[in-house]
């Protein structure tokens, strides 16, 4: 009598969308470094568990100058996913990627993602230390405050009732017209979009009081909320 086949495990594999914060370093790359090592002194877990695009455009193309940056970034933990914005394509890199996409795939038929419905996101009550809200598609309001050590990611702006005192980034999905508002001024940290200011950054002449913040000719901008 003969015995039945084995049954073979059924081998798949899933597609994945996912996004991740991008980092833009500019030249020199000690200064720039220097400055990272200030907001990670500030905001320790600021890349814990995130995946990071390098944007390399601000850099010269030396794949030795990338490498040696990327082993830098590794050494604080920052996981780097690929790079954009590169001209040159080192073996042992990341993928150099265009537009999102390695730049080694030759694409002849774009079929483009359709993206989801901009939507808002409403929090009664604060955001309390070590919370992160994450929310790409739309505006965050929080109704309470946002403490020191909690983070907010948001794709359009953030709106925040009472005191900011942990650390802000708006426009996470490629929005530059995103905006920060709050009534009492005293974050950790900003980002509209790639760019990021620390506290360090920022001076004290605003600090309690209320404050809108936004990006104007690829600089943040913070003014009085009158």
């Known amino acids: 009598m003969t015995s039945p086949a084995p049954t ?31 907001a990670l002194k500030r905001s320790p877990s600021l890349f814990d568990g995130k995946g990071v695009i390098l944007d390399a455009a601000g850099l010269g193309s030396e794949a030795a100058e990338l490498e040696g940056l990327i082993t830098e970034l590794s050494s604080r ?3 780097i996913l690929g ?23 030759s694409v002849e038929v774009v079929i483009e993602e359709e ?21 790409h ?11 020191s050590g909690a983070e907010i990611l948001a794709g359009g702006s953030v709106h925040v009732y009472g005191a900011l005192r942990g650390r802000v980034i708006a426009g996470a999905a490629k929005n530059p017209r995103a905006r920060i508002y709050c009534r ?12 990021v200011r620390t506290a360090e950054d920022m001076g004290n ?17 913070i003014a009085a909320l009158v």
Request: aromatic share 6%.
């Open 8 to 38: 073979l495990p059924i081998f798949a594999c899933r597609g994945r969308v996912f996004r991740a914060l991008a980092l833009a370093p500019q030249a020199p790359v000690a200064d720039w470094l220097a400055l990272l090592d200030a």
């Open 77 to 79: 933990h920052i996981r």
């Open 83 to 105: 790079i954009e914005g590169a001209a040159c394509e080192a073996a042992g890199l990341p993928p150099f990627l265009i537009g999102g996409r390695p730049a080694a795939d």
């Open 115 to 135: 993206k989801p419905p901009m939507t808002s996101l409403t929090i009664e009550g604060s955001v309390r230390s070590g919370q992160t809200i994450v929310h």
């Open 137 to 147: 598609e739309g505006d965050v309001t929080v109704m309470g405050s946002v403490s």
């Open 184 to 195: 009492k001024f005293e974050p950790e940290l900003l980002g509209i979009d790639r760019l």
């Open 205 to 221: 002449h605003l600090r309690g009081q209320a404050a809108q913040v936004w990006l104007d000719g690829g600089a943040i901008k």
